[in-house]
């Protein structure tokens, strides 16, 4: 696991398993959130934010955690060697959205550049995860089906493989886990 792509719909818990992934493998971890966002929530131009990812990708190691943009997604998901998705029911991340939104006036979320404006990025999140349920999502796991043959790929459905995925990195044993591509 040297070039680790962390993806799914908002919500997810992606980058609290990130920052404990780089933790257990002591890869460099990028949240593309804070690559795409100064504080405060400001958006970078869409050339440096290019930039910077083409620059990451180019490296030996990396665990890159997050969505950025559709131009950016899909080469990062060919560069990668692991594929870890998180797909969770959608109930979960709306339940988590709301927990990161509650909490993260006291508790900044992993990964959110400084000072970003949780109850706008919260609202943005509730629009986009039925969007990303029911177009992206669907392309995710066709993606993950056709990459599970030449990358390790790790189709996390729950809160508990999650836990058993950091577990088994943890303890050196990972194994690929692979949910059929049954719907939720």
Not at 47 to 74: K, N, P, S, V
Not at 82 to 94: G, I, M, N, T
């Amino acid at each position: 696991m040297k070039k680790v792509a962390v993806f799914g719909n908002a919500g997810g818990g992606k980058s609290t398993l990130s920052q404990k992934l780089s933790e257990i493998l002591g890869s460099p971890l990028h949240s593309l959130d804070k690559i795409q966002f100064r504080q405060n929530g400001v958006a970078v131009p869409v050339a440096e934010y290019q930039r910077i990812h083409a620059q990451i990708l180019a490296t030996d190691r990396w665990i890159i955690d997050g969505f950025g943009c559709m131009e950016t997604l899909w080469p990062r998901l060919d560069a990668a060697d692991s594929l870890v998705f998180v797909d969770l029911p959608l109930y979960l991340h709306f339940w988590w959205v709301t927990k990161r939104m509650l909490t993260g006036s006291f508790n900044p979320p992993a990964g959110w550049p400084e000072n970003s404006p949780i109850l706008k990025s919260s609202i943005n999140s509730y629009r986009n995860l039925w969007l990303c349920d029911r177009y992206l999502t669907p392309k995710y796991r066709e993606y993950i089906q056709k990459a599970k043959n030449n990358k390790n790929v790790y189709h996390l459905r729950s809160s508990q493989q999650i836990e058993q995925f950091l577990a088994s990195i943890n303890s050196g044993n990972a194994t690929k886990i692979i949910v059929s591509n049954e719907k939720n």
